[in-house]
């Protein structure tokens, strides 16, 4: 679900979050929009408000885990996982993790690719979130959610600052709460 | 100049939680492994505090960290100084037009990318990363944010690797 249709309508700085993403057409190919949100990070009340609403989302509901997705997952889970007093897993493609892991493959458009978590990161029954800058198909997001469920962690939701508008009205992606804060832009809208 | 505060009980508790896996990623290395910390949300906090305290008063606009572990510790101080975030990246995953910086590796060479725009002239920027061994990738992330017209203030990285021989262009490192 949007953050607007669920308790931030009209909230000023998810039109400030938007407006910080800047649009980049035809990366990496032909016909794709990119969502940069490395102009986000430059903005440092926007990037705050970004973990804030996150933090004010989570901080009650007992979650003792944030996994982040490589990489840039990464640069926004830590933050949120030391706001609500969590641990932080980093979710890593092949190769990366230096202990012992377990992998999980998923579906590309050309191809497949691989997700690891370590092994003994999350216990059972612990309550996690899942985060990435964008959802797209939801494929690495089901990666990783697959990842925790077999270490029977209980992935309470999958959230993401970005997700595609076909997203909107649906409150699960492949039967995980998913909670998004902004749609893509279209190159038009960039100030 | 390295731990810059060794009696702080803090720093003894970063160290215990960080775990080595040997022959990693091959034979003879002994793996600094910062994942285990992240597992404990009060010494993962303290690591960042540690930091905090260190650059909040100096004037930083800008922390840049690098790819990929780099990306875990750079924005949580970035957000508690009041600074941007500016991530350095392997080539061709920045989406934006970019400057290079070659580095050279044990075998062969690497790259280092920023985004132009992100950093602007006189910003006075930390280098951020989870460990120091040789220094070829914090010299290469110097480079990059010096040729943006950038003062690097400091690198801080958690762990440095006293065996090797280290050599940085910049006088201070933590």
Do not use: W
């Not at chain 1, 890593?92 to 370590?118: F, N, W």
């Not at chain 2, 060794?6 to 775990?19: C, E, G, L, V, Y």
């Not at chain 2, 910062?34 to 690591?47: S, V």
């Not at chain 2, 840049?64 to 970035?78: D, K, S, V």
């Amino acid at each position: 679900m949007f953050a607007a249709e669920n308790g931030l309508k009209g909230d000023p700085r998810l039109q400030a979050i938007s407006q910080a993403i800047r649009v980049i057409p035809h990366f990496p190919k032909q016909g794709i929009m990119f969502q940069d949100i490395t102009t986000l990070l430059l903005n440092h009340k926007a990037f705050k408000d970004t973990v804030d609403i996150f933090v004010d989302r989570y901080r009650d509901m007992g979650i003792s885990v944030v996994a982040g997705i490589e990489a840039r997952g990464f640069m926004f889970g830590p933050s949120i996982a030391l706001a609500i007093g969590a641990k932080f897993i980093p979710l890593r493609k092949p190769g990366k993790l230096p202990g012992e892991v377990i992998s999980q493959a998923y579906e590309l458009e050309y191809g497949t690719d691989c997700l690891e978590m370590h092994v003994g990161a999350v216990l059972p029954g612990e309550r996690t979130v899942v985060i990435d800058d964008l959802v797209a198909t939801g494929g690495t997001l089901s990666a990783a959610i697959n990842l925790l469920e077999r270490m029977e962690a209980e992935v309470v939701e999958c959230a993401c600052v970005i997700g595609l508008s076909d997203l909107k009205g649906k409150r699960k992606l492949h039967g995980k709460p998913l909670y998004i804060l902004v749609e893509p832009r279209e190159i038009e809208d960039c100030c | 100049m390295s731990a810059c505060c060794n009696d702080d009980p803090r720093i003894h508790d970063i160290k215990s939680k960080i775990r080595v896996v040997p022959n990693f990623p091959k034979p003879g290395i002994m793996f600094q492994d910062i994942t285990t910390l992240l597992l404990d949300p009060k010494t993962f906090k303290n690591t960042v505090d540690l930091f905090v305290e260190r650059y909040k008063n100096k004037n930083i606009s800008v922390v840049a960290g690098i790819e990929a572990r780099g990306f875990i510790f750079g924005p949580p101080i970035a957000l508690a100084i009041g600074a941007k975030f500016v991530p350095l990246r392997k080539p061709r995953k920045l989406p934006g037009e970019v400057i290079s910086e070659e580095y050279t590796l044990e075998y062969g060479r690497d790259c280092l990318e920023m985004h132009i725009g992100a950093v602007e002239p006189d910003e006075r920027a930390l280098v951020v990363d989870d460990l120091i061994a040789t220094g070829g990738t914090l010299c290469a992330a110097m480079n990059l944010l010096e040729r943006a017209g950038a003062e690097v203030v400091e690198c801080a990285c958690l762990i440095e690797l006293p065996d090797l021989k280290v050599n940085l262009l910049s006088q201070n490192f933590t």
